[in-house]
């Protein structure tokens, strides 16, 4: 028979591990009562389980530090603790908060790049919504070896900024941004694309710049492929394509549009001003969409050699140019 101290010990060696696990199953397991709500949560870099723990308290996501700290060391010991930004819906048990950041599960906010802009208007966008630096994004978007590729001739890549909705994590650099628009632009401008571009004896580079045109000129879907019917036209007999928008890109990038365009400005002295020069414009004046990049290499198959704003956002197209003063005395 043992003695009695002995089976006292032995309990006790038996149940308080039996204790310590159910107690720390449930503090680690199962989520504290709390209400239900969204938390915003930041893991700064070089932060271990101690600081992050006690930051976890005091948002009030968790409530026992001891049983985080513990079931790090026990379950999570082998992975890295990832800084970024997270979003806890609460109520969240310390696994599973654990589970997220040693996954880098970040949140991923949502940006928008509206159709039409220049990547200076990108940058000023990107700057008001805290995406990204200004200026820190404009010397970025001058570097142009990420599309040479593509457009050996590209002196920045305006024009390459894919208009679209990305999802993209709390402070990252305005390079990562750009790689990502200029990957998607890759990605949309297809190898049949690239086909088609060889078969209306157009290079890449000017397909995007008469899309551009396109953009600018309506953003009325079912127009853009009478738009470019107007362009390819006019281009195919050396007629200059008289585009205002190209005008208002150059009087924008001096600081000098104030929202009209005057008479006096289709004289200015530009390779940009479609007034004054035949052919397409240097270079893009804006990000076109996809459809006006599809609309400038598959036109509408029509004669149309001009189009008038109907002021309503559409436009109306004419063959010959006194159908189309006609229209312009309607309209104007």
């Not at 060696?13 to 209400?35: G, H, I, N, Q, R």
């Not at 979003?87 to 696994?95: A, E, R, T, V």
């Not at 998607?184 to 397909?207: G, L, Y």
């Amino acid at each position: 028979m043992l003695p009695k101290a002995i089976k006292v010990i032995l309990v006790v060696a038996l149940v308080v591990p039996l204790l310590f696990s159910a107690w720390l199953s449930f503090e680690f397991y199962f989520a504290p009562k709390t209400s239900p709500k969204e938390i915003f949560f930041v893991v700064d870099k070089g932060q271990g389980v101690h600081d992050i723990s006690q930051n976890l308290k005091e948002k009030g996501i968790i409530k026992n530090r001891q049983s985080f700290i513990l079931g790090y060391k026990i379950y999570y010991s082998s992975k890295s603790l990832k800084a970024g930004e997270y979003k806890f819906n609460l109520p969240i048990s310390p696994k599973n908060i654990l589970k997220i950041i040693t996954e880098g599960k970040v949140y991923l906010h949502s940006l928008t790049i509206p159709e039409g802009m220049t990547r200076k208007e990108i940058a000023r966008h990107l700057e008001s919504l805290n995406f990204a630096d200004e200026e820190e994004f404009l010397a970025a978007s001058s570097r142009t070896k990420i599309i040479s590729s593509l457009d050996k001739e590209a002196k920045n890549l305006e024009g390459y900024l894919f208009p679209e909705t990305y999802h993209f994590p709390k402070g990252i650099s305005a390079d990562k941004i750009i790689s990502t628009l200029v990957s998607q632009f890759k990605e949309v401008f297809s190898q049949e694309w690239k086909e088609r571009a060889s078969e209306i004896e157009m290079t890449p580079r000017e397909v995007v710049v008469l899309a551009s045109l396109i953009e600018k000129e309506t953003y009325l879907s079912e127009e853009k492929k009478l738009v470019s019917a107007v362009f390819h036209n006019r281009l195919k007999i050396r007629m200059k394509l008289d585009c205002d928008p190209t005008i208002i890109y150059v009087l924008k990038e001096q600081g000098t549009f104030n929202g009209r365009l005057l008479k006096k400005d289709l004289r200015l002295q530009s390779p940009y001003n479609t007034y004054r020069n035949r052919g397409l414009p240097p270079g893009p004046i804006c990000s076109p969409g996809q459809e006006s990049l599809e609309a400038a290499l598959y036109p509408a198959q029509e004669k149309y050699l001009y189009f008038v704003s109907k002021k309503d956002g559409s436009h109306h197209f004419s063959t010959n140019f006194r159908d189309h003063q006609n229209a312009v005395r309607k309209y104007r």
